[in-house]
């Protein structure tokens, strides 16, 4: 099953996916090393706590992306897009977003149609990554193209955080 397919559960009045049902990220002096959790990366999560377990997802999402993340990642790998440096299904706060310019803290989703069942839950999940500074955009799938990408990204390269 894709990230896109999941299931939708009710979450606080919120619908999401069984796969981030969960918008309240574990609080890092409640992680333990014995807990599921580790330090990744320090050079990619800035040194934050991870669940393996999202770990784990995030890596089995790159290994089998839907049709439109794997459009989207052709049009982005590689700096192909303004010479930026985007990562695919990055673990952020506890969110799995589909890609991330960590110069430009730039949080990039794609929307299919789930995503129609659950807007209410999106626009929570896009309020707590911008408290923690990042700037998110979402694209609906069916205006996926370079010129659409290049509308959408350019103006928040030259604008204030």
């Known amino acids: 099953m894709s990230k896109k397919q999941g299931t939708v559960v009710e979450n ?9 049902a969960d918008l309240t ?3 890092s002096d409640s992680i333990d090393g014995d807990g599921g959790v580790r330090v990744a990366n320090p050079r990619v999560t800035g040194g934050a706590m991870v669940v393996q377990e999202k770990l784990a997802m ?6 089998g992306p839907t049709r439109h993340e794997a459009l989207v990642w052709e049009l982005l790998r590689s700096r192909r897009l303004f010479g930026l440096k985007f990562r695919r299904q990055q673990v952020i706060r506890g969110f799995i977003v589909d890609f991330y310019c960590a110069e430009h803290r730039l ?4 929307d ?14 896009d309020a ?9 955009v979402r694209l609906r799938n ?6 659409r990408l290049k ?11």
């Open 142 to 147: 069916h205006d996926l193209n370079l010129d």
């Open 107 to 110: 949080v990039l989703e794609l």
């Open 112 to 125: 299919g149609a789930v995503h129609d069942d659950q807007v209410a839950y999106d626009r929570a999940r």
């Open 128 to 136: 707590i990554l911008a408290r923690a500074g990042l700037r998110v």
């Open 58 to 63: 995030a890596r089995a999402f790159r290994q």
């Open 12 to 20: 606080d009045g919120m619908k999401g996916s069984i796969f981030d």
């Open 25 to 27: 990220p574990p609080a």
């Open 151 to 161: 509308t959408l990204v350019a103006p928040l390269l030259h604008s204030p955080e």
